[in-house]
């Protein structure tokens, strides 16, 4: 069951900015680069739950959040139908992310209160996702899109918060660019957790680039 409540996810999402995303299998390594996103500052962590048994490390990993990591909003990412949601809910899940937009998994995540955030890819999706009750919209593949888009999508909709993913970087310029057109915070995966970071297993180096990114956001926001 959530620990925390749709509107304080949304809440937090908009006030830290920066959404980290992962996956590992290995549950120690997960815990390890999970305690350093939270040391750097973050208080979201998105698992994106690609592999064999991600729901086993899932909850392990959401055990160790509410034991050692106080404030630490779990959630999960990848999560393509309503069995898998309501699986990850079980585990502790305090949001859901999805790369499309399917109302079974709304349905599913509006019943317990549970903040759910579609990828969507059009003004239609969009505006069909908050028709379904969405805070936050995913846009994916961020990098196919741009800040360009978020621009054209407010200018219509400026009650839509949008959360690119894919072709994030921790650069200023970069965040200047998604922030200036009005997203409300971004998904940030491999060019944030890096393979070398994992590789090296560098976590003061992961802990260190978490500080650096959030810093930049707070500076780029308006």
Same mark, same amino acid.
């Given at each position: 069951?959530?620990?925390?409540?749709?509107?304080?996810?949304?809440?937090?999402?908009?006030?830290?900015?920066?959404?980290?995303?992962?996956?590992?299998?290995?549950?120690?390594?997960?815990?390890?680069?999970?305690?350093?996103?939270? #040391?750097?500052?973050?208080?979201?962590?998105?698992?994106?739950?690609?592999?064999?048994?991600?729901?086993?490390?899932?909850?392990?990993?959401?055990?160790?959040?509410?034991?050692?990591?106080?404030?630490?909003?779990?959630?999960?990412?990848?999560?393509?139908?309503?069995?898998?949601?309501?699986?990850?809910?079980?585990?502790?899940?305090?949001?859901?992310?999805?790369?499309?937009?399917?109302?079974?998994?709304? !349905?599913?995540?509006?019943?317990?209160?549970?903040?759910?955030?579609?990828?969507?890819?059009?003004?239609?999706?969009?505006?069909?996702?908050?028709?379904?009750?969405?805070?936050?919209?995913?846009?994916?593949?961020? #990098?196919?899109?741009?800040?360009?888009?978020?621009?054209?999508?407010?200018?219509?909709?400026?009650?839509?918060?949008?959360?690119?993913?894919?072709?994030?970087?921790?650069?200023?310029?970069?965040?200047?660019?998604?922030? #200036?057109?009005?997203?409300?915070?971004?998904?940030?995966?491999?060019?944030?957790?890096?393979?070398?970071? !994992?590789?090296?297993? #560098?976590?003061?180096?992961?802990?260190?680039?978490?500080?650096?990114?959030?810093?930049?956001?707070?500076?780029?926001?308006?």
């Amino acid at each position: 069951m959530a620990q925390f409540s749709r509107i304080e996810v949304a809440q937090a999402m908009k006030e830290t900015g920066m959404i980290p995303l992962f996956f590992n299998s290995d549950i120690e390594l997960s815990k390890k680069v999970l305690k350093a996103c939270y #040391d750097g500052g973050a208080r979201l962590m998105e698992f994106t739950a690609r592999g064999d048994f991600a729901h086993e490390v899932f909850g392990e990993l959401t055990k160790y959040a509410v034991a050692e990591l106080p404030g630490m909003i779990m959630g999960v990412g990848s999560v393509t139908d309503a069995a898998a949601a309501s699986l990850y809910m079980a585990l502790g899940a305090n949001f859901v992310v999805t790369p499309v937009l399917r109302e079974d998994i709304a !349905i599913a995540c509006n019943r317990k209160k549970v903040l759910w955030s579609p990828g969507c890819g059009t003004l239609t999706e969009i505006t069909k996702a908050e028709e379904l009750g969405c805070e936050i919209v995913k846009l994916f593949p961020g #990098d196919i899109y741009g800040p360009q888009f978020v621009k054209g999508i407010k200018g219509p909709q400026p009650w839509t918060s949008i959360m690119p993913t894919g072709g994030v970087s921790p650069t200023e310029e970069n965040l200047k660019g998604w922030f #200036d057109a009005g997203v409300t915070c971004v998904g940030m995966g491999s060019k944030l957790i890096s393979k070398d970071i !994992i590789a090296n297993k #560098d976590y003061a180096k992961l802990e260190e680039d978490v500080r650096a990114a959030l810093a930049i956001v707070k500076k780029v926001r308006k």
